[in-house]
């Protein structure tokens, strides 16, 4: 976007990784809603698309924002007029530096598991958004221990009832087998021979995209497809490495077949967790999908940044950090602006790609000295994606976020085919989720753009057997 809005200026793209990650297959399905593929390519295609570009491979070492410097890791300084932070979020792993411990948040760290998984018997999956999620439903051929400090599974994306919907198709044997995927892969040359240690969490990779585990092939050793197990409302109290267990004389448990089976393991495991609920449970290892936190360390030192609560770079409205010619997009951002009422930030590939789509328009307008409207896609949140093989859509405050006990839920749900939820806050609507070709998406984000009295339509606005779409068309 800035290559395009500056054709003559010399545009640096700083990255530490040596693929770039790009926007494919893109689709405006409605007005706030976009689907899209994320690709890795090579970053030449990139400059050659734009002459104007010149990717640069290294690591940031250190921001000088009073002298507008930026050093690299490889010893090289650059001065920029303007300077926008996009560097993201890692992983935030439940513990720093244990072998036994993987955070998954990006392809290297993807591969790295797929590697571990081949010989794996039994993991433990901790976290409870849409990576760990993804996960668990796709492992086949291990025994999966889920664990999740909430009462339901995908939190983050919808409630209990949504969840119930979904809980089904983690024990369904036969598995439908997954539409071919279009994304290429392009590897490092010489980082194969080598045989890459198991991606660090120091080491930054790019963010998944939203079908990553598509193409790897994540099958453990045993014969069966689905055994997953969900441990629901605790969290990891410790983690035992094999001797320490020994020294203890705990007990870990097995696989729980039914309710009442708890029955002391005999096996020897590399790896034991100890979870809030008391109980023990040994595995190959554990997989930690807790989120992620800002990825701010190499700009804070000797700036005087504001940061927001959540750890990243507070941005105003104009995607403008607090220090002059600094702007900041995506995960490493904080939006500190006030929000629309149906709009809220979350880490998401969807927000980062409109962030620093608007971020580059802010940077031209202030380079211009011309004012700017805040861009239409922070007006509503919308977020399209793909969990269980089911399309998934959610809109507004979806899961009442911020809304107090002052709403009410309206559902609709045909076991194994759809799900609806609306929330309602008088008589308007303020969020939804859909699971399912529903096709309500168009319907919905236009009644909650509008904010239209809908309390005379009552129940009817869900009822299968009313046309809504046409209604309100």
């Given at each position: 976007?800035?290559?395009?809005?500056?054709?003559?200026?010399d545009?640096?793209?700083?990255?530490?990784?040596?693929?770039?990650?790009?926007?494919?297959?893109?689709k405006?399905?409605?007005?706030?809603?976009?689907?899209?593929?994320?690709?890795?390519?090579p970053?030449?295609?990139?400059?050659k698309r734009?002459?104007?570009?010149?990717v640069i491979?290294?690591g940031?070492k250190?921001?000088?924002?009073?002298?507008h410097k930026?050093?690299?890791?490889?010893?090289?300084?650059?001065?920029?007029?303007?300077?926008?932070?996009?560097?993201?979020?890692?992983?935030?792993?439940?513990?720093?530096?244990?072998?036994?411990?993987?955070?998954?948040?990006?392809?290297?760290s993807?591969q790295?598991f797929?590697?571990?998984?081949?010989?794996?018997?039994?993991?433990?999956?901790?976290g409870?958004?849409?990576?760990?999620?993804?996960?668990v439903?796709?492992?086949?051929?291990?025994?999966?221990?889920?664990?999740?400090?909430?009462?339901?599974i995908g939190?983050?994306?919808?409630d209990?009832?949504?969840?119930?919907?979904l809980?089904?198709?983690?024990?369904?044997?036969?598995?439908?087998?997954?539409?071919e995927?279009?994304r290429?892969k392009?590897?490092?040359?010489?980082?194969?021979?080598?045989?890459r240690p198991t991606?660090?969490?120091?080491k930054?990779?790019?963010a998944?995209?939203p079908?990553?585990?598509?193409?790897?092939?994540?099958?453990?050793?045993?014969?069966?497809?689905?055994?997953?197990?969900?441990?629901i409302?605790?969290?990891v109290k410790?983690?035992?490495?094999?001797?320490?267990f020994?020294?203890l004389?705990g007990?870990?448990?097995t696989?729980?077949?039914g309710?009442?089976?708890?029955?002391p393991?005999?096996?020897?495991?590399?790896?034991y967790?100890?979870?809030?609920?008391?109980?023990i449970y040994?595995?190959?290892?554990?997989?930690?999908?807790?989120?992620?936190?800002?990825?701010?360390?190499?700009?804070l030192?000797?700036?005087?940044?504001?940061?927001?609560?959540?750890g990243?770079?507070?941005?105003?409205?104009?995607?403008h950090?607090?220090?002059?010619?600094?702007?900041?997009?995506?995960?490493?951002?904080?939006?500190?602006?006030?929000p629309?009422?149906v709009w809220?930030?979350?880490r998401?590939?969807?927000?980062?790609?409109q962030?620093?789509?608007?971020a580059?328009?802010?940077?031209?307008?202030?380079?211009?000295g011309e004012?700017i409207?805040?861009d239409?896609?922070f007006?509503?949140?919308?977020?399209?994606?793909?969990?269980?093989?089911?399309?998934?859509v959610?809109?507004?405050?979806y899961?009442?976020?911020?809304?107090g006990?002052?709403?009410?839920l309206?559902?609709r749900c045909?076991?194994?085919?759809?799900?609806v939820?609306?929330v309602?806050?008088n008589?308007?609507m303020?969020?939804a989720?859909?699971?399912?070709e529903?096709?309500?998406?168009?319907?919905?984000?236009?009644?909650i753009?509008?904010?239209?009295?809908?309390?005379?339509?009552?129940?009817?606005?869900l009822?299968p057997d009313?046309?809504?779409?046409?209604?309100?068309?």
């Open positions: 976007k800035l290559a395009a809005e500056f054709p003559s200026e545009i640096f793209l700083i990255t530490a990784s040596p693929v770039i990650k790009a926007v494919t297959n893109f405006q399905v409605s007005k706030t809603l976009e689907e899209f593929d994320v690709e890795e390519q970053s030449s295609l990139l400059e734009y002459p104007n570009i010149r491979q290294s940031v250190q921001l000088k924002s009073d002298e930026v050093y690299t890791e490889d010893g090289k300084e650059y001065i920029y007029e303007k300077l926008c932070l996009c560097a993201g979020a890692k992983p935030k792993l439940i513990v720093e530096g244990n072998p036994y411990v993987l955070g998954i948040r990006d392809t290297d993807a790295a797929q590697k571990n998984l081949a010989q794996a018997e039994r993991i433990v999956v901790v409870n958004g849409g990576i760990a999620l993804e996960l439903y796709e492992i086949q051929g291990c025994e999966v221990i889920w664990a999740i400090k909430d009462k339901a939190n983050t994306f919808f209990a009832g949504a969840a119930e919907f809980i089904p198709k983690l024990s369904a044997e036969s598995r439908e087998t997954p539409i995927c279009k290429t392009y590897t490092v040359e010489g980082s194969e021979e080598k045989g991606a660090a969490s120091d930054l990779g790019s998944l995209g079908d990553w585990h598509e193409g790897l092939h994540l099958k453990g050793t045993k014969e069966f497809s689905h055994k997953v197990h969900i441990e409302l605790c969290e410790k983690i035992h490495l094999q001797q320490e020994v020294q004389q007990t870990s448990l696989f729980p077949k309710e009442k089976n708890v029955e393991d005999e096996v020897l495991w590399p790896v967790v100890e979870l809030t609920n008391g109980k040994g595995c190959n290892f554990i997989v930690s999908a807790t989120g992620v936190v800002p990825n701010v360390e190499p700009f030192d000797g700036n005087n940044f504001a940061v927001g609560e959540d990243g770079l507070k941005v105003d409205k104009h995607m950090t607090s220090l002059p010619d600094v702007y900041a997009a995506g995960d490493i951002c904080t939006a500190a602006w006030e629309s009422p809220h930030q979350m998401l590939w969807t927000q980062a790609r962030m620093g789509w608007y580059a328009k802010c940077m031209a307008a202030d380079a211009l004012s409207d805040m239409f896609s007006e509503l949140f919308a977020h399209i994606t793909k969990f269980f093989n089911y399309k998934v959610v809109l507004g405050k899961n009442a976020q911020g809304l006990s002052d709403h009410e309206m559902l045909t076991k194994g085919h759809e799900y939820k609306v309602m806050q008589g308007r303020m969020g989720v859909l699971i399912g529903t096709d309500l998406e168009e319907t919905f984000e236009n009644l753009l509008n904010q239209m009295d809908l309390s005379a339509y009552g129940e009817d606005l009822n009313i046309d809504i779409e046409d209604y309100f068309d």
